[in-house]
């Protein structure tokens, strides 16, 4: 029996949830993008009937441009629609500090909050601890951000090599490319801050990982 040519192959996850593998001529290769935080919108108006969407149902953004969402709809097509159609899932910051909930983020602009380790963290994009923060009732600006989905190793560590901090779903230990570039840093919870990693285990290299914009 003649052996495959994975050369000429990728091993991809269907839709159907099986892995297989599939020709790579039946494929175009797309430029690397870095993928921004997604976020949740609620369709608000359906009265077009080509829209294949449903009042009050929440749609996860796949992308944003300047006057549109691309969501998948009903049908589960990936499809551009306008911005009038949706409102946002968002708080102001009494809510978001009130309700949170243990490994949410919601985010502003400028600003992020997270609850980890039972501890609500208030950072500025540059992951810098705020000691005070001035909002408004009425201004409700913060929106939850999706958790991220999980990558393989190298996935992880080419990003790590990328400036970006990975988490491993076995320990969830946090790691970051050292500022000499050569050693990683490990995040210490008692120090709230990263240093040198001494290693990374075996168990952590066979599982799964997930990807912490840094900045977002």
Request: glycine share 4%; charged share 35%.
């Amino acid at each position: 029996k003649q052996s495959r040519n994975y050369d000429k192959y990728y091993e991809l996850e269907n839709d159907l949830g099986k892995v297989d593998t599939y020709l790579k001529s039946r494929f175009n290769v797309m430029e690397d993008e870095k993928v921004e935080d997604v976020f949740i919108v609620e369709c608000i108006d359906n009265s077009n009937s080509d829209l294949l969407l449903t009042i009050g149902k929440k749609y996860l953004v796949i992308k944003e441009n300047d006057n549109s969402y691309w969501v998948e709809n009903d049908f589960g097509e990936e499809t551009d629609y306008s911005k009038t159609w949706f409102k946002k899932d968002k708080k102001n910051f009494r809510e978001v500090v009130a309700e949170i909930k243990e490994g949410e983020k919601w985010r502003t602009e400028n600003t992020i909050i997270s609850m980890e380790n039972n501890k609500i963290r208030i950072k500025d994009n540059n992951g810098i601890n705020m000691a005070s923060y001035s909002f408004s009732e009425d201004y409700r600006e913060f929106t939850k951000v999706e958790p991220p989905k999980p990558v393989s190793t190298p996935e992880a560590f080419k990003a790590l090599n990328e400036g970006e901090i990975i988490e491993s779903l076995i320990t969830h230990d946090r790691y970051l490319k050292g500022k000499d570039t050569i050693n990683i840093e490990q995040y210490n919870h008692k120090n709230e801050g990263f240093s040198k990693c001494i290693n990374i285990s075996t168990l952590e290299l066979e599982g799964l990982w997930i990807i912490e914009k840094v900045g977002k």
